[in-house]
């Protein structure tokens, strides 16, 4: 830091500034001063940029000015934001004395680091989403992980084995799997590990900010009390953690004492630590998660048009981010998804229980985080006002809830704790509409506290006196206008016009001249000035006192409320699952142990909704199911070819989706379905179809596969698109086929694998469990009609130099992009193959597909490339490189 060198030379106040400083390194330091919060050095620099602030200087003559910047106090939420948004942690040191009262300078305190992952406060938070703060602890070959939402108090660990053999490529960092699962805003690690292989994979991962934490705080017995110290326990057993969760252990310590040096205040919120346990959650990889865009979509890292956005129809913050998470860890036992099922069946039978219910639900306030600000003292007046207005609606909900008969509603029902006297305190306490600030007043009710009564009374009585001593003055000097006026300065003044001031008494003082009037006190009138102030002065800090009280009160019935909000969530996720599957005419799955998978008239559940009704074409999807009865084995895989924007990879995306939904306790948009429970699902687009990351690679599209290879059974279900597309067409129909073999030989896993490689489509012939799909086209007069319809049998031919002419690509290019194909499907010479694949094979094999508007910048460019100049295979190779760009 660029401190002034000669320290000797600071004044009190900057000598603070310097102590604070040093005690909160990494941070932007937000200095109170007055009704402003200052920021010097090179803070005022970062603070000039990123929140726009006018930067000066202090000290201006002396040879070491200091650059400053500042922003009034009030507007501290929106800059907070900003700072925050942008990556940055801010350090808020607050006047801790009342200027008042203060003897010499004002004593100053940092009251809390604010940081992107321990935000709790309503404004700096999207109320639907969690926010969660994690810490990464490498140890031997497992990393434990531990996560918490700080604003709900939801705290997690696991401990994830890092498998390190050769063979499975993509498995180290299965760790990663967990952090893209959890989607962190802040990730601490250990900051010994920087050349730790998890380390430079945390590096990678787009999305936490990362904070080095000193290696000592990631000590396994420091943690260990850390932890114990909190829960004021001896063991950790009653969390059902054990010798396994260590490294699982070790982070929850570290992160818990992160919390508690930011935080600087009572974490009572945070009751238990859970382990998570990854056998009873299906298993969805990063990758997978990406591709299938269950809570973000792909490219723009957007919850619009991801699965996420069409599933919610909930009614409270709580149930959105409970709805998230189910969609983020489905389950994989049959009866915890059934018992989930039989409660979603109920309200959808019971449609107007639901929506009453629903009605209900959509008048409670977020009772999760308005419980851990109460028990972070953070919560203000109308916090608890609507904390109480949230507890006063559950009698009704749990009037409705009595009586019903699937297992997990009437759970609910038990759990639900209406909790009474907390709601009698408050609303015995505040006044009906409380304002936000608990400093001000105004928040306690008439007739609650007698002595309050009184100090009112005398502060009352003092106004009514000023008011009527107004009246007097004006009759006595007969200045009509005359008016008493209050500021913080001069408290209260008698205020008079320059035009009357001839007749102003002498016994007025005067104590300010503006320029059209004057201001004067009177003896009198400061007397009683001095009585309303002090009786306003006693009464709020009286009203402050019995706030707190108050706010004590209610936070020590945290875990019950948290118990509730947490019915709550669950009430309003039951019942946004029925009334999507009510509204959109869902059907029950049927969840069976065995690995098959039967859908009926499916649709995949965003498209469906994103286009106009009826437009989308439902299909069936059977693997796993002998269809003719006979002993031949069923198939388990299905090659699904055809010409592009066909519906492939919609198709094979669907059956993936509708697995997850299913397994998170969903209805499904399907005529009816049976669904065995997976134990993972992994979903692989080919390189050259994978467009969000950007540097997608072969090598990363084979790490990828390598680790499906490895790391599914038989239970699992497994969507291939358009794998081996990363590299020259023999390659990669060699991998494509070679792969398949595996996964069909070895494996025996439910398999979607969508391609245009027709030669593929051999394979049944020599694996049984194969089969052939193809998305049936309609051909008339050279133009081709998309059925969107998946039938059995492979696809007998390409179609697409059609999906350009279809999509407006000129003429020119057509008619050479003809001749390319027919000179390709002749010539032996361009590509050299591993495989050995007859030429009347390899027809078909290429397709082009140029999808775009007619009126699309790209065809400009297309033009330019001169194809006619080409060779054959670089006129190709342009025209994939267009391709890619087009999307
Ligand atoms: P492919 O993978 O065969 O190239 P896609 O699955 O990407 O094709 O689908 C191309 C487009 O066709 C999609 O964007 C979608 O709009 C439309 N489509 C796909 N499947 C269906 C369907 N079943 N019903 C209606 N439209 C569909
Ligand atoms: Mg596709």
Not at 411 to 423: G, K
Not at 577 to 582: D, I, K, N, Q, V
């Given at each position: 830091?660029?401190?002034?060198?000669?320290?000797?030379?600071?004044?009190?106040?900057?000598?603070?500034?310097?102590?604070?400083?040093?005690?909160?390194?990494?941070?932007?330091?937000?200095?109170?001063?007055?009704?402003?919060?200052?920021?010097?050095?090179?803070?005022?620099?970062i603070?000039?940029?990123?929140?726009?602030?006018?930067?000066?200087s202090?000290?201006?003559?002396?040879?070491?000015?200091?650059?400053?910047?500042?922003?009034?106090?009030?507007?501290?939420?929106?800059?907070?934001?900003?700072?925050?948004?942008?990556?940055?942690?801010?350090?808020?040191?607050?006047?801790?004395?009342?200027?008042?009262?203060?003897?010499?300078?004002?004593?100053r305190?940092?009251?809390?680091?604010?940081?992107?992952?321990?935000?709790?406060?309503?404004?700096?938070?999207?109320?639907?989403?969690?926010?969660?703060?994690?810490?990464?602890?490498?140890?031997?070959?497992?990393?434990?992980?531990?996560?918490?939402?700080?604003?709900?108090?939801?705290?997690?660990?696991?401990?994830?084995?890092?498998?390190?053999?050769?063979?499975?490529?993509?498995?180290?960092?299965?760790?990663?799997?967990e952090?893209?699962?959890?989607?962190?805003?802040?990730?601490?690690?250990?900051?010994?590990?920087?050349?730790?292989?998890?380390?430079?994979?945390?590096?990678?991962?787009?999305?936490?900010?990362?904070?080095?934490?000193?290696?000592?705080?990631?000590?396994?017995?420091?943690?260990?009390?850390?932890?114990?110290?909190?829960?004021?326990?001896?063991?950790?057993?009653?969390?059902?953690?054990?010798?396994?969760?260590?490294?699982?252990?070790?982070a929850?310590?570290?992160?818990?004492?992160?919390?508690?040096?930011?935080?600087?205040?009572?974490?009572?919120?945070?009751v238990?630590?859970?382990?998570?346990?990854?056998?009873?959650?299906?298993?969805?990889?990063?990758?997978?998660?990406?591709?299938?865009?269950?809570?973000?979509?792909?490219?723009?890292?957007?919850?619009?048009?991801?699965?996420?956005?069409?599933?919610?129809?909930?009614?409270?913050?709580?149930g959105?981010?409970?709805?998230?998470?189910?969609?983020?860890?489905?389950?994989?036992?049959?009866?915890?998804?059934?018992?989930?099922?039989?409660?979603?069946?109920?309200?959808?039978?019971?449609?107007?229980?639901?929506?009453e219910?629903?009605?209900?639900?959509?008048?409670?306030?977020?009772?999760?985080?308005?419980?851990?600000?109460?028990?972070?003292?953070?919560?203000?007046?109308?916090?608890?006002?609507?904390?109480?207005?949230?507890?006063?609606?559950?009698?009704?909900?749990?009037?409705?809830?009595?009586?019903?008969?699937?297992?997990?509603?009437?759970m609910?029902?038990?759990?639900?704790?209406?909790?009474?006297?907390?709601?009698?305190?408050?609303?015995?306490?505040?006044?009906?509409?409380?304002?936000?600030?608990?400093?001000?007043?105004g928040?306690?009710?008439?007739?609650?506290?007698?002595?309050?009564?009184?100090?009112?009374?005398?502060?009352?009585?003092?106004?009514?006196?000023?008011?009527?001593?107004?009246?007097k003055?004006?009759?006595?000097?007969?200045?009509?206008?005359?008016?008493?006026?209050?500021?913080k300065?001069?408290?209260?003044?008698?205020?008079?016009?320059?035009?009357?001031?001839?007749?102003?008494?002498?016994?007025?003082?005067?104590?300010?001249?503006?320029?059209?009037?004057?201001?004067?006190?009177?003896?009198?009138?400061?007397?009683?000035?001095?009585?309303?102030?002090?009786?306003?002065?006693?009464?709020q800090a009286?009203?402050?006192?019995?706030?707190?009280?108050?706010?004590?009160?209610?936070?020590?019935?945290?875990?019950?409320?948290?118990?509730?909000?947490?019915?709550?969530?669950?009430?309003?996720?039951?019942a946004?699952?029925?009334?999507?599957?009510?509204?959109?005419?869902?059907?029950?799955?049927?969840?069976?142990?065995?690995?098959?998978?039967?859908?009926?008239?499916?649709?995949?559940?965003?498209?469906?909704?994103?286009?106009?009704?009826g437009?989308?074409?439902?299909?069936?999807?059977?693997?796993?199911?002998?269809?003719?009865?006979?002993?031949?084995?069923?198939?388990?895989?299905?090659?699904?070819?055809?010409?592009?924007?066909?519906?492939?990879?919609?198709?094979?995306?669907?059956?993936?989706?509708?697995?997850?939904?299913?397994?998170?306790?969903?209805?499904?948009?399907?005529?009816?379905?049976?669904?065995?429970?997976?134990?993972?699902?992994?979903?692989?687009?080919?390189?050259?179809?994978?467009?969000?990351?950007?540097?997608?690679?072969?090598?990363?599209?084979?790490?990828?596969?390598?680790?499906i290879?490895?790391?599914?059974?038989?239970?699992?279900?497994?969507?291939?698109?358009?794998?081996?597309?990363?590299?020259?067409?023999?390659?990669?129909?060699?991998?494509?086929?070679?792969?398949?073999?595996?996964?069909?030989?070895?494996?025996?896993?439910?398999?979607l694998?969508?391609?245009?490689?027709?030669?593929?489509?051999?394979?049944?012939?020599?694996?049984?469990?194969?089969?052939?799909?193809?998305?049936?086209?309609?051909?008339?007069?050279?133009?081709?009609?998309?059925?969107?319809?998946?039938?059995?049998?492979?696809?007998?031919?390409?179609y697409?130099?059609?999906?350009?002419?279809?999509?407006?690509?000129?003429?020119?290019?057509?008619?050479?992009?003809?001749?390319?194909?027919?000179?390709?499907?002749?010539?032996?010479?361009?590509?050299?193959?591993?495989?050995?694949?007859?030429?009347?094979?390899?027809?078909?094999?290429?397709?082009?597909?140029?999808?775009?508007?007619?009126?699309?910048?790209?065809?400009?460019e297309?033009?330019?490339?001169?194809?006619?100049?080409?060779?054959?295979?670089?006129?190709?190779?342009?025209?994939?490189?267009?391709?890619?760009?087009?999307?």
């Amino acid at each position: 830091m660029s401190s002034t060198k000669d320290e000797t030379k600071l004044t009190p106040m900057m000598q603070r500034y310097q102590e604070v400083k040093a005690e909160t390194p990494g941070t932007i330091l937000l200095f109170r001063m007055g009704d402003f919060y200052e920021l010097f050095h090179e803070d005022a620099q970062i603070a000039a940029k990123v929140l726009g602030l006018t930067l000066t200087s202090r000290d201006k003559g002396s040879a070491n000015p200091v650059p400053m910047a500042g922003f009034p106090y009030h507007a501290l939420e929106g800059y907070l934001r900003k700072l925050i948004s942008s990556g940055h942690k801010a350090a808020i040191c607050e006047q801790v004395e009342d200027p008042k009262t203060a003897k010499g300078m004002v004593r100053r305190e940092v009251t809390r680091i604010v940081t992107p992952g321990t935000l709790t406060d309503e404004a700096l938070l999207d109320p639907r989403r969690s926010n969660f703060l994690a810490a990464v602890c490498p140890f031997k070959d497992r990393v434990g992980i531990a996560w918490l939402e700080l604003s709900t108090g939801k705290f997690q660990c696991v401990d994830v084995e890092q498998k390190d053999d050769a063979g499975a490529l993509g498995s180290r960092l299965a760790f990663l799997d967990e952090l893209a699962r959890i989607e962190p805003a802040e990730c601490l690690v250990p900051d010994h590990i920087k050349t730790h292989p998890v380390f430079t994979a945390l590096m990678e991962l787009d999305g936490p900010i990362l904070t080095e934490r000193p290696a000592w705080s990631f000590a396994a017995q420091h943690c260990k009390e850390i932890l114990l110290g909190h829960f004021g326990t001896k063991t950790l057993e009653g969390f059902d953690l054990s010798d396994e969760d260590t490294c699982g252990i070790t982070a929850a310590g570290a992160l818990l004492e992160y919390v508690q040096e930011t935080q600087k205040t009572s974490l009572g919120h945070i009751v238990r630590l859970e382990p998570y346990r990854q056998g009873t959650n299906l298993l969805i990889d990063e990758t997978t998660r990406r591709s299938l865009e269950l809570t973000r979509t792909q490219r723009e890292g957007q919850r619009d048009g991801s699965l996420v956005s069409v599933l919610d129809e909930t009614c409270t913050p709580m149930g959105a981010r409970l709805l998230m998470d189910w969609l983020s860890n489905p389950l994989t036992d049959r009866l915890a998804i059934e018992r989930r099922l039989d409660a979603v069946e109920e309200l959808v039978r019971d449609s107007r229980l639901c929506r009453e219910l629903r009605e209900l639900l959509g008048e409670a306030y977020d009772l999760q985080r308005l419980s851990a600000r109460v028990a972070t003292l953070r919560a203000s007046p109308r916090d608890l006002s609507s904390l109480a207005k949230t507890l006063a609606l559950l009698p009704r909900l749990k009037a409705k809830l009595a009586g019903r008969t699937s297992d997990l509603l009437k759970m609910l029902d038990a759990r639900l704790e209406l909790c009474a006297e907390v709601r009698a305190e408050i609303e015995s306490t505040l006044v009906d509409e409380p304002p936000l600030s608990a400093t001000e007043g105004g928040i306690v009710r008439v007739g609650r506290h007698a002595g309050l009564d009184e100090l009112r009374d005398l502060a009352q009585g003092g106004k009514k006196w000023i008011a009527e001593y107004q009246a007097k003055q004006i009759e006595r000097t007969g200045i009509s206008s005359m008016k008493v006026g209050f500021n913080k300065v001069f408290g209260y003044y008698l205020e008079v016009t320059a035009v009357h001031m001839h007749k102003v008494p002498t016994d007025y003082i005067r104590k300010q001249t503006l320029k059209n009037l004057e201001r004067f006190i009177t003896p009198e009138l400061k007397e009683y000035e001095e009585r309303v102030l002090r009786a306003e002065g006693q009464s709020q800090a009286l009203e402050q006192e019995l706030f707190q009280d108050l706010r004590n009160k209610v936070g020590s019935a945290c875990p019950q409320l948290q118990q509730t909000a947490e019915v709550l969530a669950v009430l309003d996720v039951l019942a946004s699952l029925a009334t999507l599957a009510g509204r959109q005419g869902y059907c029950r799955p049927v969840i069976v142990d065995e690995p098959c998978l039967e859908i009926r008239e499916g649709r995949h559940p965003v498209l469906d909704r994103l286009k106009p009704a009826g437009e989308f074409v439902p299909n069936d999807a059977v693997l796993g199911i002998s269809l003719d009865g006979s002993d031949k084995p069923a198939p388990i895989m299905a090659l699904i070819t055809g010409p592009n924007m066909a519906g492939k990879s919609t198709y094979i995306r669907q059956a993936a989706l509708l697995t997850i939904l299913a397994q998170m306790g969903s209805f499904l948009p399907a005529g009816s379905a049976r669904i065995g429970v997976a134990d993972r699902i992994f979903a692989r687009v080919g390189a050259s179809d994978e467009l969000g990351k950007g540097q997608s690679t072969f090598m990363v599209e084979m790490t990828e596969t390598a680790r499906i290879l490895n790391t599914a059974t038989n239970r699992s279900l497994v969507i291939l698109d358009e794998i081996g597309r990363g590299t020259s067409t023999y390659d990669g129909i060699s991998l494509a086929w070679a792969i398949t073999e595996y996964l069909h030989d070895h494996v025996g896993c439910r398999t979607l694998f969508a391609t245009h490689y027709h030669e593929l489509t051999e394979l049944p012939q020599t694996m049984p469990r194969v089969c052939n799909w193809n998305v049936a086209v309609h051909e008339e007069n050279g133009d081709v009609v998309f059925l969107h319809k998946i039938v059995p049998g492979a696809a007998d031919r390409s179609y697409g130099i059609h999906v350009a002419r279809l999509a407006g690509v000129p003429r020119e290019v057509l008619t050479r992009a003809n001749v390319i194909l027919s000179t390709l499907e002749t010539d032996h010479h361009d590509e050299v193959g591993k495989m050995k694949i007859p030429a009347r094979k390899r027809q078909n094999s290429r397709q082009l597909s140029l999808f775009v508007e007619p009126e699309h910048p790209l065809l400009d460019e297309l033009r330019d490339m001169k194809l006619d100049e080409l060779t054959p295979l670089a006129a190709l190779q342009a025209l994939h490189k267009l391709q890619g760009k087009l999307k």
